[in-house]
């Protein structure tokens, strides 16, 4: 299905009832909305596992951001944070959707930090997963150079100083498969890849720093991370857990599994379910 | 859910994603609108079998028409066949939804026939379960008699001549569980969220002049008729009227000691549907 958002058209698919009938009553289940990895990637990727994992609990909603997958590519005047916060505050709205968990991946991650921050009326409690309050490209390299050796450190910094068109090839040839400990050629297959978005981003974009909003975030929030992410660090996730409202953050991290960690460390799967099954407020969603 | 179509908010529910991975590939499956009895009556029925039957198939999409359930109540005077029939047409375009397979019980699939009718080219394929082209009340008082005795023609009678709020109540404590042979009606009572206001006014006024028998010629996208042969709502001979006024190759079962209630009190309807998914697929596929 697709909805018009500002303008745009905005492709999203829902898995997983919202209303279950017990008894006597129509159950309502929680709603996460899940926002994709990227920027270029598109919902596809949360398909293998977590979605259909939630939709068991839940009713999970897929989003295709503006510029992703089977939305509205726009271009790159609005390729920015801002717009892709009031594009989910709206289409949130749109459809009613009253309060949603948000579970993010690093670029959905910043999405759902700025949304909580914004419009906190809008969000009832983030997933924060393989997310970073700011891109340092130096933290990237060292975990490039120890998952890949000296020469993959060399690509990407190479590609990080000098975001062309050939060092961007490079990059996906060296860089993009020490993402996670687990590749998968048919997951890459079915991401209907915007990579025009991906390099624009990589060139104008990656000077953000959220630090300061993320102190304002009043819900509760579940930070999951890989510590072998070479992407989007562990040294950068403690970072933004540092930033973000002790008192309402749980910081979970995970040997061995690379960016987006549900493939790589499937137990983070039961982590989010147990999250989203708690009573909002209660000991159980952050102790 | 709920979303903004003509002058009203429409409540939809989600189950089955539409698009599912499949090896490199993303499948698109196809899309079932399922439109509840009534008029005034709301989803949740089908949250009980023919819904999660259809989930490993399709996505499935619950409405709540127009009047009833927890979309708005919406101004009386646009409560017309012709309203509920543009609001499916509305409601698949907002959200643009393609060639839906839309699926109507009862009154539901007066709705539906109505829709192909004034939309030919939205729709994919029908499946009237209960359908009926004139509200012959002498035909539904037979049967009413038949299973329920001269107590339940009585209060039958009322419904359909004499209807207000007394007769709405005397029907549902008499009749209604005449039309399900399923023991879980009284939670399906329950759980529902009537209107019945919405009901008597199309019991006194609309539905007297129904005649949808010269539409039915109308239709051309792939039609599957079901009809319970214990149905009091729908009288085996109603339904095989609409038959007769459908092009050739509507298709057409009807199943023995099946009640209103068609897709409870026969599985094996389900196994039809299933079938006729199949095979539109396949004629797609041949194309």
Known sequence: MKVVVQGVELFFDVDGAKLAPAGAWMRDRPTVLLLHTGPGVDHSVYKDHIGPALAQVAQVVYLDLRGAGRSDWSDSAHWTLDTWVEDVREFCEMLELERPIILGTSLGGLIGILLAARHPERVDRLVLVSTVARYIHTRAITVFDRLGGPAAGEVAARYFADPSAAAFAEFLRVCVPLYTRNPDPDTVARIEMNLELTAYWDRNERAFDIREEAALVTCQTLVLAGEDDPSTTIVGTEELVAALPAELTRFHRFANAGHGVFRDAPEAIGLVREFVLAEPGSPAAYS | ?287
């Not at chain 2, 619950?62 to 005077?77: A, H, I, K, M, N």
């Not at chain 2, 009237?128 to 001269?150: D, K, M």
């Open chain 2, 1 to 287: 859910m709920r979303i903004a179509v003509a002058d009203t908010r429409l409540y939809f529910d989600v189950d089955g994603a539409k698009l599912v991975p499949d090896g490199p590939w993303m499948r698109e499956r196809p899309t079932v609108l399922l439109l509840h009895p009534g008029p005034g009556f709301d989803h949740g029925l089908f949250k009980v079998q023919l819904g999660p039957s259809l989930v490993p198939h399709a996505q499935v999409v619950y409405l709540d028409q127009r009047g009833g359930g927890r979309s708005d109540r919406s101004d009386p005077e646009t409560l017309t066949l012709d309203r509920w029939a543009d609001d499916v047409h509305d409601f698949c375009d907002a959200l643009r939804i393609e060639r839906p397979i839309v699926l109507g019980l009862g009154f539901g699939s007066l709705v539906a026939i109505r829709y192909a009718a004034r939309h030919p080219a939205q729709p994919g394929a029908l499946v009237l379960a209960a359908p009926v082209a004139r509200i012959v009340p002498e035909q539904s008082l037979e049967v009413y008699e038949q299973l329920g005795g001269a107590e339940a023609r009585a209060v039958a009678e009322r419904y359909y001549e004499g209807m207000d709020e007394q007769a709405f109540a005397d029907f549902l404590r008499v009749c209604f569980p005449l039309l399900s042979s399923y023991e879980l009606t009284n939670d399906v009572i329950i759980r529902a969220d009537w209107s019945p206001e919405v009901l008597i006014r199309w019991m006194r006024g609309e539905s007297k002049e129904l005649d949808l028998r010269p539409e039915l010629g109308t239709i051309e996208v792939p039609t599957l008729v079901l009809a319970g042969e214990d149905d009091a709502w729908a009288p085996l001979a109603s339904v095989q009227e609409v038959v007769e006024h459908l092009p050739e190759g509507a298709l057409f079962r009807s199943f023995a000691g099946a009640r209103h209630s068609i897709f409870r009190d026969a599985p094996e309807s389900l196994g039809e549907l299933r079938r006729f998914l199949e095979w539109l697929h396949a004629e797609e596929a041949s194309l």
